[in-house]
């Protein structure tokens, strides 16, 4: 059973020890030929979804509460605001950015996500938009400098790890 109610409220949030937001997030992602034979961006897709206040495309981002874990945290916010589920994999790495609508520093922290099912109702459906688009694309559309960076380090890793799964 899925809970159609996102979570609200900051009462729970995070903070690291500059007292910046901890933010979690998942870049979900599915292989076009069954994941195999991977050796470029053209051979999977990533989900991008729209902003609650603006068309900007985006990855499902949040903040990590107290009573998670971040890949818990990342899992949440990837079913709340693109309904989907899947393997959340190791962490893509962090990154310090600016808040667009306030003057604030977040922290924030990316996984990739294996989508292993797309929902058709999901909490935040009337608010956004969810698309799959390859990488190229994802790159053009998605507005925040350190989401293309998570991008690209998730591009490297699963073109690469597919390269060492052949050679052996």
């Not at 076009?32 to 991008?48: P, Q």
């Amino acid at each position: 059973m899925v809970l159609l109610i996102s979570r609200t409220g900051r009462h729970l949030q995070r903070y690291n020890k500059d007292h910046h937001r901890l933010v979690v997030g998942c870049i979900p992602y599915i292989y076009k030929n069954n994941g195999k034979n991977i050796s470029n961006d053209d051979e999977f897709e990533v989900l991008v979804i729209s902003s609650k206040n603006s068309r900007a495309m985006m990855f499902p981002k949040g903040g990590w509460e107290l009573d998670e874990s971040a890949e818990g945290g990342a899992s949440r916010e990837s079913l709340e605001e693109a309904g989907v589920v899947g393997n959340v994999e190791s962490e893509l790495g962090r990154w310090v950015f600016k808040s667009k609508s306030q003057e604030l520093y977040h922290e924030g922290i990316m996984f990739p996500l294996l989508v292993t099912q797309q929902l058709d109702f999901w909490p935040e459906k009337s608010q956004r938009t969810r698309e799959w688009m390859t990488v190229a694309k994802a790159r053009e559309h998605c507005q925040q400098w350190w989401m293309r960076e998570a991008l690209d380090i998730l591009v490297g890793r699963v073109t690469s790890s597919d390269l060492h799964q052949k050679q052996e």
